[in-house]
């Protein structure tokens, strides 16, 4: 185990983390290890998410440490910023996907409402105008021919 250690410290590819209580043996003891050894696989451990953020540093996307945490609080509006700040990553379409479904929804019920508002308005204006019109006592007559002369 310490061979595979010592090739990954030398490419620059150690990432450690105690998952049970143990003493690790020089040089690995001088190294910042994180203890996930009580995590009960909750998306907000400070651990995990210390160590999501170490792996998005060596990978050079900054997204994913930034979308674990915008998880970890599983409240929309952090996710949706998230996706505003990082369209690229991945996890940023279901996001998107379901902002736009949401919108879509939210679209459709008020152009409904508007539609049945308009409907009614103009039923109300076409009942005043035919009552209007009933009511009338005019008489309309053809036009009386003028003729012109020059």
């Given at each position: 185990?310490?061979?595979?250690?010592?090739?990954?410290?030398?490419?620059?590819?150690y990432?450690p983390?105690?998952?049970a209580?143990?003493?690790?043996?020089?040089?690995?003891?001088?190294?910042?290890t994180?203890?996930?050894?009580?995590?009960?696989?909750?998306?907000?451990?400070?651990?995990?998410l210390?160590?999501?953020?170490?792996?998005?540093?060596r990978?050079?996307?900054?997204?994913?440490?930034?979308?674990?945490?915008?998880?970890?609080?599983?409240?929309k509006?952090?996710?949706?910023?998230?996706a505003q700040?990082?369209?690229?990553?991945?996890?940023a379409?279901?996001?998107?996907?379901?902002?736009?479904?949401?919108?879509?929804?939210?679209?459709?019920?008020?152009?409904g409402?508007?539609r049945?508002?308009?409907?009614?308005?103009?039923a109300?204006?076409?009942?005043?105008?035919?009552v209007?019109?009933?009511?009338?006592?005019c008489?309309v007559?053809?036009?009386?021919?003028?003729h012109?002369?020059?």
């Open positions: 185990m310490n061979d595979e250690a010592e090739y990954a410290s030398d490419i620059e590819n990432l983390i105690y998952i209580p143990c003493v690790l043996m020089p040089p690995f003891n001088r190294i910042h994180e203890n996930l050894s009580n995590w009960a696989e909750s998306a907000s451990d400070p651990g995990w210390k160590l999501v953020e170490r792996i998005a540093e990978l050079g996307r900054k997204g994913i440490s930034e979308a674990a945490k915008a998880l970890a609080t599983g409240d509006q952090t996710l949706y910023k998230f700040r990082f369209p690229e990553e991945p996890v379409q279901p996001i998107w996907s379901d902002a736009e479904a949401k919108h879509r929804s939210e679209f459709q019920s008020c152009l409402e508007a049945a508002s308009v409907a009614a308005r103009a109300r204006i076409t009942a005043d105008i035919s209007s019109v009933g009511s009338s006592r008489r007559t053809p036009r009386a021919r003028h012109f002369h020059p």
